[in-house]
């Protein structure tokens, strides 16, 4: 959400990219039994596709991202609890669980755990996140890609004057933000 509110959009679609990803990553991880960091990517990239979907809607039909972001949220709750049905227990309304189905999809703790009392959720997560973090920074305030999506956010017709690409910086700028929604649900594994 962060990213794109200080790009100049309000990514109000954060929480049905959230869904997405951690959907996709629990499929990949149960039905294809793939390991973690393919997870993670494929999180990342169905969180990336639904924010690209709402900036192409406020790019080229002027829609408001904050309408598309809502609706895209439920149409996205609904898909996610339909792909994962293929992958629930027979006798309940639950997933299979990774530790018994997939241990390779469980993101691994790298020796984190006993920095923090052996605590079994203190993973690889927080690195990443740490990594990711810097990256986005470093994008927004050092490189003339931030420089552009942030004039674009400030106003669009301003940044078109200037010769940027408004449309494909308000679809990169949600892209990117679904993401990093997307990532976020992964590193829950």
């Given at each position: ?66 309408i598309?972001g ?21 006798a ?12 390779d ?30 990256a ?54």
């Amino acid at each position: 959400i962060l990213f794109a509110y200080k790009v100049g959009l309000f990514n109000i679609g954060a929480s049905g990219q959230y869904a997405v990803g951690a959907g996709l990553a629990l499929y990949l991880a149960i039905a294809y039994q793939m390991p973690w960091y393919i997870c993670m990517i494929a999180a990342m990239i169905g969180g990336g596709i639904l924010g690209g979907i709402a900036g192409i809607l406020k790019a080229y039909l002027n829609v408001n991202e904050v309408i598309a972001g809502i609706m895209l949220n439920w149409i996205s709750l609904y898909l996610v609890n339909a792909l994962l049905t293929n992958v629930k227990e027979t006798a309940s309304p639950y997933t299979f669980t990774l530790s018994s189905t997939n241990p390779d999809a469980i993101l691994p703790s790298l020796g984190l755990g006993a920095l923090f009392a052996d605590n079994q959720y203190v993973t690889i997560a927080i690195p990443l996140v740490i990594l990711v973090s810097v990256a986005v920074w470093i994008l927004l305030e050092k490189t003339k890609l931030g420089y552009e999506l942030r004039a674009t956010g400030c106003n669009k017709y301003a940044a078109q004057y200037c010769g940027m690409k408004e449309k494909r910086n308000i679809i990169l700028t949600m892209a990117i933000a679904g993401g990093l929604a997307g990532m976020g649900a992964a590193t829950l594994f």
